[in-house]
């Protein structure tokens, strides 16, 4: 199967991605495991490494607006760190069934894990002017409303909506751009 045809061809611009769980389970039901990718983007973001636009955790993906001089390098990071801490985190809990999944969905060719959490690639799309960068924040928070699982964008506490909204939100997310 041949692999994505995505790619970040200019990591230092501002990407719109998109992580998406194996298989597409729905591991980010649980709040704690929610808070691993928030931690994990705070953490990134207190050290300079990504700019975070916006984000939204829906219960098997996560949309993020980034950038970073080395956004290959920093959404690598964010997802093995994430992967490993959520993998721990469910063999501590004895979620069998869940990492039965994990393991079954896990891709043949790697070998160096039991697991696989993430599915390859994160289908970037560069963020080209302001008008895309609208379009994309708006599409973010607008996922869980389409889904059906609030009505208004900032009553999803898991986005970046009630940053825009000028209401407290998780996590800090940079609306200056």
């Not at 194996?22 to 207190?46: E, G, R």
Request: proline share 5%; aromatic share 12%.
């Amino acid at each position: 199967m041949p692999r994505t045809r995505y790619k970040i061809h200019d990591e230092t611009q501002v990407h719109f991605l998109t992580c998406t769980v194996v298989d597409w389970l729905p591991i980010f039901s649980a709040p704690p495991i929610v808070q691993i990718l928030l931690y994990s983007l705070t953490f990134l973001q207190k050290e300079g490494r990504l700019t975070l636009y916006a984000y939204v955790v829906m219960v098997n993906h996560v949309h993020l607006v980034a950038g970073s001089p080395h956004l290959i390098k920093e959404l690598a990071a964010f997802k093995s760190f994430t992967a490993r801490s959520i993998i721990d985190y469910l063999e501590d809990k004895h979620a069998h069934r869940v990492l039965e999944q994990l393991k079954l969905h896990k891709l043949e060719h790697k070998k160096d894990r039991t697991y696989q959490l993430w599915q390859e690639g994160s289908h970037p799309q560069w963020i080209q002017n302001r008008e895309m960068m609208k379009q994309k924040i708006q599409y973010i928070h607008e996922n869980p409303v389409k889904r059906g699982y609030v009505d208004d964008p900032t009553h999803w506490r898991y986005s970046s909506a009630r940053n825009y909204a000028e209401q407290p939100g998780l996590i800090e997310v940079t609306t200056n751009w």
